[in-house]
């Protein structure tokens, strides 16, 4: 299973952090919950106030709401970083010996050629050597066997 990131210090950094808001839950007889979000302590002992010999119960609390991500792969957003909310049997992952990144379909099925050195014009070590192209392309033709080449 992927392993979810343990936050590094009990507090993450203030910097990273958005301003604290004062959270009221509100339960209701029938069962119903309201949440509502405060942005001072006054307003909040305001609002308490208020439902002060009504029929409810109150839980207030003050804090930081942490975002859930869209999908499809979902994180609890964090000041400490994302956590996956999602579990990823090792197993699993197969490998993908083409190394491709890209999305042309074309290529997934076949990657792109690479081209070894030997199949190109031998490099003596020396270093006006290696910059020497013959005359074209301005002495960096030995680099194109590194690259897969984009008309393919």
């Known amino acids: 299973m ?3 990131k343990e936050p590094p210090e ?3 950094p203030t910097d990273t952090m958005p301003p604290v808001k004062f959270y009221l839950v509100v339960l209701h007889p029938d069962g119903d919950l309201n949440r509502e979000t405060h942005d001072t302590l006054g307003e909040i002992t305001e609002r308490i106030a208020a439902l002060v010999n009504h029929d409810v119960s109150v839980f207030a609390f003050s804090g930081h709401q942490l975002q859930i991500s869209k999908p499809p792969f979902r994180h609890l957003l964090t000041p400490w970083g994302p956590q996956p909310l999602f579990a990823i ?3 699993a992952l197969e490998p ?3 190394g491709y990144l890209g999305v042309d379909a074309i290529h997934l099925a ?3 050629e ?3 050195q030997s199949e190109h014009k031998p490099i003596s070590g020396k270093a006006d050597d290696f ?3 013959g005359g ?3 002495g960096f033709d030995n680099f194109d066997f590194a690259l897969p080449d984009p008309d393919s």
């Open 136 to 138: 074209d392309a301005a």
């Open 2 to 4: 992927t392993k979810k």
């Open 89 to 91: 049997d090792d197993h």
């Open 110 to 112: 076949s990657p792109p």
């Open 10 to 12: 009990p507090h993450p």
């Open 96 to 98: 993908d010996d083409t």
């Open 131 to 133: 910059f020497d192209s």
């Open 114 to 116: 690479i081209h070894t």
